[in-house]
């Protein structure tokens, strides 16, 4: 048996690139955060969009989004 360091390593990152997945706070979607073009900033913590529409909405009121009782999902479009 022969492994190389090598290919143990693209597989580390594989899985880590793989994993890179954040939650839309405001439709509920997966979203990966790689590259991502729409994420806003609130209280020192980084959140993700799946498109414009999401981000402007959390940016308008992101305490209404971040609320324990709010469920994504249920106004989107
Ligand atoms: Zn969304």
């Known amino acids: 048996m022969r492994r190389r360091l090598g290919d143990q390593l693209g597989t580390v990152s594989a ?3 793989m ?3 954040a939650i839309d706070r405001v439709c509920g ?3 990966e955060t790689n590259d ?3 994420t806003a900033e ?3 913590t980084t959140y993700y969009f799946c498109g414009k529409g999401c981000l402007l909405d959390f940016r308008e009121d992101p ?3 971040l609320a324990p009782d709010y469920k994504p999902g ?3 479009g």
């Open 36 to 38: 991502a073009p729409y």
């Open 74 to 76: 249920m106004h989107h």
């Open 42 to 44: 609130h209280e020192g």
């Open 63 to 65: 305490e209404k989004f």
């Open 29 to 31: 979607m997966e979203v």
């Open 19 to 21: 994993m890179a997945t």
């Open 15 to 17: 899985e880590e690139l």
